[in-house]
C-alpha cells in the first residue's frame, strides 16, 4: 500500500488580524490651486456686472448740446415728463445719489449743482410744471436729451408739439410755476395746458 503523505497541519488563526484588510487609498491632497482663497468671488464679480449696468445707464457718449456750455439748452419737456422718466431710471436700479452725480455733469460749473436733496424736492413735485426752475429740472432734460440722441431716437410726436409750442427759447425755466405770482383782472383765470405754457382766459 502506496504510503500517504501526512497532511499539513492547520495553523491557529490569530483572532487580532482581520481576514481581509481594508483597501487603504492613497490620501487626496488638497490642492492648493482650488483652495477657497483662489476660487472665484462670485459676490465681487456680481457686484461689478450691476455697476457696469448702472454705468451704461447714465451714459451720454460723447453728446453735446447747443448753450450746454453756458446753461441755455432750450428745453422741450414738462416738470411731470422729466419726472416719470427719473422714476423709470430709479427703477431700473440706478441710485439718488448716483443720478445726482451724473445731472451736475449737464451744468456749467457756474450753476448750482444738482444735490441729493433738491432732487428729491423737485421729484415730490406734483402738478405739471411744478419745479420748473430748479437745476434738476434742467440738467435733467440735458440728460436725457443726450441719451435721446446717443441711441439714435426719433422726436416723439409731443416733443416736436412742444417746439411748436415754445419756440426757440423753450419752456420757462425762470418764472416759478409754483410760487410765482400773477397779476389778474377779476374776470381772467390762469392755467397751465398742456404744452406747460401759462394760459389766461376772460370769464
Known amino acids: 500500500?502506496?504510503?500517504?503523505?501526512?497532511?499539513?497541519?492547520?495553523?491557529?488563526?490569530?483572532?487580532?488580524?482581520?481576514?481581509?484588510?481594508?483597501?487603504?487609498?492613497?490620501?487626496?491632497k488638497s490642492n492648493s490651486a482650488t483652495s477657497s482663497e483662489q476660487r472665484p468671488n462670485k459676490t465681487?464679480?456680481?457686484?461689478?456686472?450691476?455697476?457696469?449696468?448702472?454705468?451704461?445707464?447714465?451714459d451720454t457718449g460723447d453728446v453735446t448740446l447747443a448753450g450746454e456750455?453756458?446753461?441755455?439748452?432750450?428745453?422741450?419737456?414738462?416738470?411731470?415728463?422729466?419726472?416719470?422718466?427719473?422714476?423709470?431710471?430709479?427703477?431700473k436700479g440706478v441710485s439718488q445719489a448716483a443720478l445726482s452725480r451724473t445731472l451736475s455733469q449737464m451744468l456749467p460749473g457756474s450753476q448750482d449743482q444738482v444735490s441729493s436733496r433738491n432732487l428729491g424736492t423737485f421729484m415730490k413735485q406734483k402738478h405739471l410744471m411744478d419745479?420748473?426752475?430748479s437745476p434738476a429740472f434742467y440738467a435733467g432734460y440735458v440728460f436725457f436729451e443726450k441719451?435721446?440722441?446717443?441711441?439714435?431716437?426719433?422726436?416723439?410726436?409731443?416733443?416736436?408739439?412742444?417746439e411748436e409750442a415754445h419756440g426757440k427759447t423753450g419752456v420757462n425755466l425762470d418764472w416759478s410755476f409754483k410760487s410765482g405770482s400773477l397779476t389778474l383782472f377779476r374776470n381772467e383765470r390762469a392755467h397751465v395746458d398742456k404744452f406747460g405754457r401759462i394760459q389766461i382766459t376772460k370769464h
Do not use: F, W
Open 1 to 28: 500500500m502506496p504510503a500517504t503523505s501526512a497532511p499539513t497541519p492547520l495553523t491557529d488563526r490569530d483572532p487580532n488580524k482581520p481576514s481581509n484588510p481594508p483597501h487603504r487609498g492613497t490620501k487626496r
Open 44 to 58: 465681487a464679480k456680481h457686484a461689478g456686472s450691476k455697476k457696469a449696468d448702472i454705468d451704461a445707464l447714465l
Open 69 to 91: 456750455d453756458t446753461g441755455s439748452v432750450p428745453v422741450y419737456d414738462t416738470c411731470g415728463e422729466i419726472r416719470r422718466k427719473i422714476r423709470a431710471l430709479l427703477a
Open 131 to 133: 419745479g420748473n426752475a
Open 147 to 162: 441719451q435721446r440722441i446717443k441711441n439714435g431716437k426719433p422726436k416723439t410726436k409731443t416733443r416736436q408739439e412742444m
